[in-house]
């Protein structure tokens, strides 16, 4: 292919918009340009290495015995109406209507669609298990659209459902997935790492995600370097020491904490240490007012809450909610006595047998010290969980070594679904017996668009991209710096077919510019290697090729005639 007739926008500028690298790189580089927020145009070259990402997980899926369908986009609404996520996804899904006023989504994902299939589609053992798939356009109103391809309104998901006669034969198929997304990741030049995470929408069963490290991840996660424990940190564990229970305590006074609000003010005001406190909340939980406490220097986990209480909904209370529930505001609230009695009251594990410590008194401006939570406090013992937020240096639940935390991009995920969903639709098939049975469901998604992204992320320099050869729009540019010489442009053009002959996806810079303008573009868009065709060179004994990684110093200077041999060893 000529550059000249292709399509090529590389821009010198960052967009505005852009915070992080990939994003900057993704426009710049004329793989992609914005539309509108969390909108974006697939440009020639991103659509190069789109299609390539596309047909890895093609193969690795087909050859992971899945079967490749293609649903409708657009979905009724009464499939959503029948697990009742028509009313739960809220705002996050666009809803449309059609003109005989039939409410419809432009999907989000596609569980209850492939329910619905499968229901009709399947009647006996015999079909089982089946696994079907399909790379499609999803939707997303997502609350904040940013970082590109990241987290966009519209993106490409490869989405796979799995249908199986029992738990076991389910957990088969669940690792099978797994396996083939950890080819899915390692053949794009993706370092990925399988953690463990939270079921949320989907149901609590066991799920893992697939983060590729990055700084500019946006999910939290907990690693132990020695035994590769690996957890996002909304349901990371942690081994904690259970609250020392020494000496005994007065009973709680009060103190005039004027003004003091937060920890770090009281804890500044007293001259005590944050982790003598109990930070208490009072969430929303479904309309209920509950209140979590946990030690002063730790956060609560929000997610591990809505968990823990089977909860559809869990938010921060309003004022009026708090002040009902406590007789004080946020700030002053804590679990001794509350205005409310009848408060549920829950806590995290590590207060258990906690004494001594200073809690909100449910009056402003006030706290009270010397609380003993075997004493003082009315929190049922099954009310005690694991609810904060885990930390670095906190120990791994299953070594007991100091854990760290990273950044992480999710560019995939699998589900244990059971029966949530076959359940709803009454998905049943004929067992060998003729009992009539549930299917057991898994979901499996990977993000597409994202994952493109996160390969920029993670195989980027100050210049530009460096793609991996497998999902290179092109793995090679062949940089002619005479285009009006025919030598120099026979030798060029030979070397393009030898190369397309060996199915080595090339492109031939051809343009009227300057040598500098040419190189920069190629390090830019990172073509995995670059070979330099010029009178000057050809005249000191050859082409020059230079893997994009690899800095000038290990460029070769080749034989026009060793220049194909020597471009294909490069791409290793
Ligand atoms: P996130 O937590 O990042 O919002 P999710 O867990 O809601 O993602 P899933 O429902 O698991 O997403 O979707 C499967 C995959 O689709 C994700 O692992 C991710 O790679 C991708 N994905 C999800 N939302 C977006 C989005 N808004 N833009 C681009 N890709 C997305
Ligand atoms: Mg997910």
């Known amino acids: 292919m000529k550059w000249t007739k292709t399509f090529i926008q590389t821009l010198r500028e960052d967009p505005q918009d852009a915070e992080i690298d990939s994003h900057k790189l993704l426009v710049r580089a004329g793989i992609c340009r914005k539309t509108a927020s969390g909108l974006f145009t697939f440009m020639p070259l991103g659509m190069r290495t789109l299609r390539k990402i596309e047909q890895i997980v093609r193969e690795e899926m087909d050859a992971a015995g899945a079967i490749e369908i293609l649903m409708p986009a657009l979905q009724p609404a009464e499939l959503w109406q029948k697990t009742g996520r028509w009313d739960t996804m809220g705002a996050n899904m666009f809803r449309l209507r059609d003109r005989a006023e039939h409410e419809m989504a432009m999907g989000p994902t596609a569980e209850e669609e492939v329910t619905d299939l499968m229901t009709n589609a399947i009647s006996s053992y015999r079909q089982l298990p089946v696994t ?3 790379i499609q356009t999803k939707f997303r109103d997502e609350t904040r659209p940013r970082f590109g391809l990241m987290r966009s309104k519209e993106f490409i998901m490869k989405d796979a459902y799995s249908f199986d006669v029992d738990a076991e034969a389910a957990d088969k198929s669940y690792w099978t997935m797994y396996h083939a997304y950890e080819r899915i990741f390692a053949r794009c030049g993706l370092k990925a790492t399988p953690v463990q995470a939270d079921g949320g929408d989907m149901g609590d069963s066991m799920t893992h995600e697939f983060h590729a490290l990055a700084d500019a991840g946006e999910d939290g996660i907990a690693c132990c ?3 590769g424990y690996a957890a996002n940190l909304e349901r990371a564990e942690r081994k904690f020491t259970a609250a020392e229970a020494a000496g005994e305590f007065p009973l709680p006074t009060e103190i ?5 609000k937060t920890i770090d003010q009281v804890s500044a005001f007293m001259g005590v240490p944050g982790s003598a406190f109990v930070k208490s ?21 929000d997610v591990k ?14 004022n009026a909610m708090v002040l009902d529930a406590t007789g004080a505001n946020a700030g002053s609230v804590g679990p001794v006595k509350p205005a409310d009695a009848s408060l549920r009251i829950i806590a995290d594990q590590s207060l258990r047998g906690a004494k001594g410590r ?5 009056k402003d401006d006030y706290h009270l010290k010397d609380v003993d939570f075997t004493r003082d406090v009315k929190i049922a013992d099954a009310d005690f969980a694991d609810l904060i937020v885990c930390g670095a ?15 992480g991009i999710e560019v995939g995920q699998v589900f244990k679904l059971g029966t949530k969903y076959t359940q709803a639709f009454h998905t049943v098939y004929k067992s060998e017996t003729a009992d009539e049975k549930l299917c057991i469901m898994g979901c499996y998604g990977v993000g597409v668009t994202r994952t493109l992204q996160a390969v920029i992320e993670q195989s980027h320099d100050k210049d530009g991209i460096i793609w991996p050869a497998s999902i290179a729009p092109y793995q090679v540019v062949i940089d002619l710096l005479d285009p009006d010489d025919a030598e120099v442009v026979k030798i060029a053009e030979e070397l393009e077919s030898q190369l397309e002959l060996q199915g080595v996806d090339v492109i031939v810079d051809d343009r009227a510019e300057r ?8 390090d830019l868009i990172g073509f995995t290697v670059r070979a330099v065709v010029g009178k000057r060179g050809l005249e000191k004994g050859g082409v020059e090729v230079k893997r994009r990684a690899e800095d000038k110093s290990q460029m070769k200077i080749v034989p026009p005639a060793e220049a194909a041999a020597a471009i294909v060893a490069a791409l290793g």
């Open 358 to 362: 200073i809690v909100g008194a449910n």
């Open 281 to 301: 909340l009072v969430y929303d939980v479904d309309g209920k007012p509950v209140m979590v406490c946990v030690p002063g220097d730790r956060d609560v986990n």
């Open 515 to 522: 040598p500098g303008v040419k190189f920069k573009d190629a």
């Open 132 to 134: 079907v798939y399909q």
């Open 393 to 407: 240096g906190d120990l791994c639940p299953k070594c007991g070594k100091p854990m760290e935390l990273k950044r």
């Open 225 to 227: 370097p020695v035994c």
């Open 256 to 260: 005039h904490t004027p003004g003091a």
């Open 305 to 318: 809450v809505k968990r823990f209480l089977g909860a559809k909904k869990v938010e921060l209370a309003n």
